[in-house]
């Protein structure tokens, strides 16, 4: 039996506020445990919470830049369980009214190069819970509820993603819009930006859904993938040796390369969902949204869209270098003043991205500034270096962070154009390889590339090329 994977993703996002959603404390990652805590986080009996109005309009943004409609009125709803982490014993979520609803992420993977458009169920606020701690305790575990009351915004997808691949595109397009969009930070070592995977397969063909399993709680791209790749496995597994799967949440072991269960899955009603009576509902009218639209920046999308059309780039370039907004800036500086964008675009693709990603470096960290590289492409264009040359340059700025200009000035890389010094070099090494020379002129023009070959060996790769070409033929065609 063939089988098809569907995947739907709920993501965790911290909402980029100083305080949480529903009283003054700070927000503050690393503080010590149990620091940034007051009688309503606490969940002490008689308090009572105060929306924090920046969230609603994170999340307003949030539901913009993902195509959403954001509802005229929607209220908190309580759900009910028991956990040491959740003081109240119920957690401040949206159920039945969220604050938006129907949008979409496009993604573009090597699979799916036209874009495909991920659909999102909605996006709701809710408050974080706090944090149990059982490493390196002796006897019981810690509750740190610095976390408690943080807020959140989860988005939740349709079940219409169809690999690994395409849920890792998703993310890093969800993420790239929240941290655009100024909604999150989206830090995914501080656990601000996690997903839980909800998995299934079905025959091919069948448009009924499986059931799912759902891994909780992934702040890796790499871990998500591998967790997918695992279930798929598992569940197929099951089916062909004619078992059912059941509905259950598992967690991913990164050391054991598996998923484990950890609780049968509960169904909407266990949590007794009810109106928060401790709050008013949300009325969010046209304008508060227009000036939220007109508030944001220029989005992955849409600059995605222009540097195709302005720069006339490939898709796949396009949608790399707009992956995070510091790198679009980084191509966009680089081509105001060395206008070649394709150019530009290889260099900042492949070169530059190689060298930040072996030190593990956001683009902010670049030894390289945008300028730096135009003028070292001004360099190649002018003929002061050869294309070749330029990889040597390209290495030493990254060290050194010193201009293209002083490095080929420093280290005597100018290349070499000048006929009459290239013309002696030639004849060198036409006196030095008579039997190739004798080939060729029998016919064996494919020496050509051995010839050049001496000469950038003989001039240390700083020979022009295209002279070095000329000057070869006419002294090779030239029967002596
Ligand atoms: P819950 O809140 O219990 O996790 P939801 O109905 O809100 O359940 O669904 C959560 C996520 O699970 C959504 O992203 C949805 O697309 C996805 N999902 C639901 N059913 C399936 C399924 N059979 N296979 C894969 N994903 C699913
Ligand atoms: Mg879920
Ligand atoms: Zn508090």
């Given at each position: 039996?063939?089988?098809?994977?569907?995947?739907?993703?709920?993501?965790?996002?911290?909402?980029?506020?100083?305080?949480?959603?529903?009283?003054?404390?700070?927000?503050?990652?690393?503080?010590?445990?149990?620091?940034?805590?007051?009688?309503?986080?606490?969940?002490?009996?008689?308090?009572?919470?105060?929306?924090?109005?920046?969230?609603?309009?994170?999340?307003?943004?949030?539901?913009?830049?993902?195509?959403?409609?954001?509802?005229?009125?929607?209220?908190?709803?309580?759900?009910?369980?028991?956990?040491?982490?959740?003081?109240?014993?119920?957690?401040?979520?949206?159920?039945?009214?969220?604050?938006?609803?129907?949008?979409?992420?496009?993604?573009?993977?090597?699979?799916?190069?036209?874009?495909?458009?991920?659909?999102?169920?909605?996006?709701?606020?809710?408050?974080?819970?706090?944090?149990?701690?059982?490493?390196?305790?002796?006897?019981?575990?810690?509750?740190?509820?610095?976390?408690?009351?943080?807020?959140?915004?989860?988005?939740?997808?349709?079940?219409?993603?169809?690999?690994?691949?395409?849920?890792?595109?998703?993310?890093?397009?969800?993420?790239?819009?929240?941290?655009?969009?100024?909604?999150?930070?989206?830090?995914?070592?501080?656990?601000?930006?996690?997903?839980?995977?909800?998995?299934?397969?079905?025959?091919?063909?069948?448009?009924?859904?499986?059931?799912?399993?759902?891994?909780?709680?992934?702040?890796?791209?790499?871990?998500?993938?591998?967790?997918?790749?695992?279930?798929?496995?598992?569940?197929?597994?099951?089916?062909?040796?004619?078992?059912?799967?059941?509905?259950?949440?598992?967690?991913?072991?990164?050391?054991?390369?598996?998923?484990?269960?950890?609780?049968?899955?509960?169904?909407?009603?266990?949590?007794?969902?009810?109106?928060?009576?401790?709050?008013?509902?949300?009325?969010?009218?046209?304008?508060?949204?227009?000036?939220?639209?007109?508030?944001?920046?220029?989005?992955?999308?849409?600059?995605?869209?222009?540097?195709?059309?302005?720069?006339?780039?490939?898709?796949?370039?396009?949608?790399?270098?707009?992956?995070?907004?510091?790198?679009?800036?980084?191509?966009?500086?680089?081509?105001?003043?060395?206008?070649?964008?394709?150019?530009?675009?290889?260099?900042?693709?492949?070169?530059?991205?190689?060298?930040?990603?072996?030190?593990?470096?956001?683009?902010?960290?670049?030894?390289?500034?945008?300028?730096?590289?135009?003028?070292?492409?001004?360099?190649?264009?002018?003929?002061?270096?050869?294309?070749?040359?330029?990889?040597?340059?390209?290495?030493?700025?990254?060290?050194?962070?010193?201009?293209?200009?002083?490095?080929?000035?420093?280290?005597?890389?100018?290349?070499?154009?000048?006929?009459?010094?290239?013309g002696e070099i030639v004849d060198t090494v036409i006196a030095a390889n008579p039997k190739e020379v004798e080939a060729y002129r029998g016919g064996k023009k494919k020496l050509m590339g051995f010839f050049i070959g001496q000469m950038m060996r003989q001039t240390g790769g700083k020979a022009n090329p295209g002279k070095v070409n000329v000057l070869l033929k006419e002294k090779l065609d030239q029967p002596s």
């Amino acid at each position: 039996m063939k089988y098809e994977t569907v995947i739907g993703l709920e993501v965790h996002a911290q909402a980029l506020t100083k305080t949480k959603i529903f009283c003054g404390c700070s927000t503050q990652f690393g503080a010590p445990p149990n620091s940034h805590v007051c009688p309503i986080c606490l969940g002490l009996p008689g308090v009572l919470p105060v929306l924090n109005r920046d969230v609603v309009e994170l999340g307003i943004r949030a539901g913009i830049a993902t195509h959403c409609k954001i509802a005229p009125y929607s209220r908190f709803a309580r759900k009910n369980y028991f956990y040491p982490d959740l003081p109240k014993g119920y957690q401040v979520s949206m159920f039945e009214l969220p604050l938006t609803e129907q949008g979409f992420v496009e993604i573009f993977t090597p699979s799916e190069k036209g874009g495909k458009k991920i659909g999102l169920t909605r996006i709701h606020m809710e408050e974080d819970a706090g944090k149990n701690i059982h490493d390196g305790i002796e006897e019981g575990s810690l509750v740190d509820l610095n976390r408690a009351g943080v807020p959140l915004l989860e988005i939740v997808s349709e079940p219409e993603i169809s690999s690994g691949e395409e849920a890792v595109a998703y993310l890093k397009a969800l993420r790239a819009i929240l941290i655009y969009a100024g909604v999150s930070d989206a830090d995914m070592e501080k656990g601000n930006f996690r997903c839980d995977a909800n998995i299934s397969i079905r025959p091919v063909g069948s448009s009924k859904l499986g059931t799912r399993s759902e891994i909780k709680n992934m702040n890796s791209f790499r871990f998500v993938q591998k967790a997918i790749a695992y279930e798929i496995l598992r569940q197929e597994e099951i089916l062909e040796e004619g078992g059912r799967v059941i509905q259950e949440t598992r967690l991913w072991n990164e050391k054991k390369g598996m998923t484990f269960p950890m609780r049968s899955k509960e169904q909407a009603h266990d949590y007794r969902y009810f109106p928060e009576p401790d709050l008013v509902p949300i009325n969010i009218d046209e304008a508060w949204i227009a000036r939220v639209k007109n508030a944001l920046p220029e989005l992955p999308d849409a600059k995605r869209k222009r540097f195709i059309k302005t720069y006339e780039l490939p898709d796949y370039d396009a949608t790399i270098l707009v992956s995070s907004q510091a790198l679009a800036d980084f191509f966009e500086e680089a081509v105001s003043v060395y206008p070649k964008a394709k150019i530009v675009s290889n260099w900042v693709m492949g070169d530059l991205l190689r060298e930040l990603n072996q030190e593990n470096k956001g683009i902010a960290e670049a030894p390289i500034k945008a300028k730096q590289l135009a003028a070292m492409l001004q360099l190649i264009e002018d003929g002061t270096i050869s294309g070749k040359i330029a990889k040597i340059v390209f290495e030493e700025m990254v060290k050194t962070g010193k201009d293209a200009a002083q490095i080929i000035k420093e280290k005597g890389l100018t290349q070499v154009s000048d006929e009459g010094a290239l013309g002696e070099i030639v004849d060198t090494v036409i006196a030095a390889n008579p039997k190739e020379v004798e080939a060729y002129r029998g016919g064996k023009k494919k020496l050509m590339g051995f010839f050049i070959g001496q000469m950038m060996r003989q001039t240390g790769g700083k020979a022009n090329p295209g002279k070095v070409n000329v000057l070869l033929k006419e002294k090779l065609d030239q029967p002596s």
